[in-house]
Structure formats: C-alpha cells, structure tokens
C-alpha cells in the first residue's frame, strides 16, 4: 500500500471547519483513499472514502486533488467531540491486498471550545 | 448499526500463560480481522479470516493463533504470552461480496498486559 504523510497534530476551533491534509504521493490507480478516526480508548471508526471524485457524507467531505497525490478530509463544523486521532490510508482494490490495511501515525486533532 | 464486540477491555496475564482474546460481531459479516496497536508502530495486521475455518496470515502472525468455527467468532490465541506482546489488540470486520471498497468495522479493544 502507497505510504501516506499527515501533520501530527492540529487544533481546531469549535464549530468552525476542520481541514486535515494528507499525501499520498505514491498511490496507484487501483487504490482507494480512506479516513478513520479514533477517539481515545475506542477502536478506529470509519469516516469516508474515495478513489477519484470528491465525496461527501453525514461526517465529513473527502477533496481528492485531480493527480490523486493528496486529499483533504473537511469536518464542516467540528464539535468537542470530532477531537481524535485521524487516519488516512489508501487501501488496494485488490481483494487479498486489500486487507492489509497500514495506519500509520495520523493527525491528533483537538477541538477547542 | 454494526457492533463489533471484544469480550475484554483489559486483561492482565504472566508470561507463558495460554490468552484468548475473542471477538464477536452481528453483521453477518464474512471478514474478520485481528491487529495489535503499538505507539509508534500503527495498526499492524496479525491474521484474518475470509469465512468459517478459513485463516490467513497477516503482517506479524508470530506467536498467535486463531480460530474461526463460528461465522460471528473470531478469536486470538496467544500459545504462550511473552512481554513483547503487552498491547492494544483490535478486532474488525467487514462484509464481503459488496465490493472490496467496503470499510472496516472495529471493536473497542482488548488491553493485554503481560507480566
């Protein structure tokens, strides 16, 4: 899986955007682009994902620029609560690679009132 | 909503003793997965199971076993608890057959310190 580069760290403040970057310099075609997240003393929760366009859910949007080297994950009005460690991670289409899911450091972002 | 369920959040063992760390979740789920967390280290995958009595190998298989004799359980033995293997250990899940797109579901953990 193609190596992903995040800040270690951000703060944010409460109710305006959160924008986290990532780079993923080295991703090929047939990797997707994910985020999870994990509040302390919880296992990671699935954010979003993308492979080409951006997406958008009831979390978070995911921007994924044109050469798909980079994405950013945008919490359009970051709470208390969205104070975690975020993951970025590209993830193979192919079945049996895909699995190996690598999370390396992520971003700790805290959210201040 | 998807419920990953590990059956510790903390357990204290001595070296050498048998552990089992188990996992159960209620989606019918065919994939199941084991990680350990470490500082530093990231997730790191220990093994899988892509459906009943089916394993593979994952990133750092030494010195556990699994099992997977129901398709709700998945579970993690450690033969014989070492040091090195005090950690957070992580459960997931995900169906299969929706696409290799779908995303994993985890567990809250299961805190292993061994003495």
């Known amino acids: 899986d193609a190596k992903t580069t995040q800040p270690t760290s951000m703060d944010c403040a409460e109710g305006r955007a959160a924008n986290l970057p990532c780079n993923h310099s080295?991703?090929?075609?047939?990797?997707?682009v994910y985020w999870y997240r994990q509040i302390h003393s919880q296992g990671p929760q699935y954010i979003i994902h993308g492979l080409k366009n951006n997406e958008t859910n009831e979390m978070a949007s995911l921007i994924i620029t044109e050469d798909r080297k980079s994405s950013t994950l945008i919490l359009p009005h970051a709470t208390l609560r969205d104070t975690a460690v975020y993951y970025c991670i590209v993830r193979s289409k192919i079945k049996a690679a895909g699995n190996k899911l690598t999370f390396g450091g992520g971003t700790r972002v805290l959210v201040k009132p | 909503d998807v419920k990953v369920t590990q059956s510790s959040r903390y357990l204290v063992k001595r070296t050498g003793e048998k552990v089992f760390l188990e996992c159960v979740q209620d989606?019918?789920?065919?994939?199941m997965f084991w990680y350990r967390q470490d500082p530093g280290l990231g997730l790191r995958l220990i093994y899988f199971s892509y459906d009943v009595k089916m394993k593979e190998k994952g990133d750092i298989p030494e010195g556990y076993s699994v099992s997977r004799e129901k398709k709700e359980r998945f579970s993690l033995i450690l033969e014989s608890a070492s040091t090195n293997q005090t950690s957070m250990y992580l459960c997931a899940s995900r169906p299969a057959g929706s696409g290799d797109n779908s995303p994993l579901h985890f567990g809250n953990g299961t805190r292993l310190t061994v003495t």
């Open positions: 080295t991703i090929s075609g047939n990797e997707y």
């Open positions: 989606m019918d789920h065919e994939n």
